[in-house]
């Protein structure tokens, strides 16, 4: 009987510790449930047929992706653009961040679309972060 109960106790603990393993393991700084925000602009250029800028304007309703962490290259959250071109990101935690965009490229030398990437770092809770604005352009 007592062989059987440290059998019992020494499984439990087992579990308990393998749960615990599990989570440490998957926690990351970066990410969802902070108290921290990212925000920043979007501003289109637009190029006529010779590469020539034509104008800059803020890019209403344009795709903008959040990457948690530096070491990760898929995308885990995205927001669309207001109609000044501004964008937020909410509930951030405390580290490194990578916000981009998509912008065209009509050289032979790239496909029709690139990212353009701009990194961040939030240092403190509460914090709002401003990101360096991200151009991208119209040809």
Same mark, same amino acid.
């Given at each position: 009987?007592?062989?059987?109960?440290?059998?019992?106790?020494?499984?439990?603990?087992?579990?308990?510790?393998?749960?615990?393993?599990?989570?440490?393991?998957? $926690?990351k700084? +970066?990410?969802?449930?902070?108290?921290s925000s990212? #925000?920043?602009? %979007?501003?289109r250029q &637009?190029? !006529?047929?010779?590469?020539?800028?034509?104008?800059e304007?803020? $890019?209403?309703? +344009?795709?903008?992706?959040?990457?948690?962490?530096? #070491?990760?290259? %898929?995308?885990?959250? &995205?927001? !669309?653009?207001?109609?000044?071109?501004?964008?937020?990101?909410?509930?951030?935690?405390?580290?490194?961040?990578?916000?981009?965009?998509?912008?065209?490229?009509?050289?032979?030398?790239?496909? !029709?679309?690139?990212?353009?990437?701009?990194?961040?770092?939030i240092?403190?809770?509460n914090?709002?972060?401003?990101?360096?604005?991200?151009?991208?352009?119209?040809?």
């Amino acid at each position: 009987m007592f062989e059987k109960y440290c059998i019992l106790l020494s499984l439990k603990i087992y579990i308990v510790a393998l749960g615990l393993f599990t989570l440490m393991a998957c $926690s990351k700084t +970066e990410g969802e449930g902070g108290t921290s925000s990212i #925000e920043g602009v %979007i501003i289109r250029q &637009d190029f !006529n047929n010779a590469g020539q800028l034509i104008k800059e304007l803020p $890019s209403p309703d +344009e795709r903008v992706y959040i990457i948690y962490g530096d #070491e990760n290259n %898929i995308y885990d959250d &995205d927001v !669309n653009t207001h109609f000044d071109g501004r964008y937020r990101f909410d509930f951030l935690k405390k580290g490194k961040y990578q916000i981009f965009a998509y912008s065209e490229c009509k050289f032979d030398t790239c496909p !029709n679309i690139i990212p353009v990437f701009v990194n961040i770092e939030i240092t403190q809770n509460n914090q709002i972060a401003n990101a360096d604005t991200l151009y991208i352009r119209n040809e």
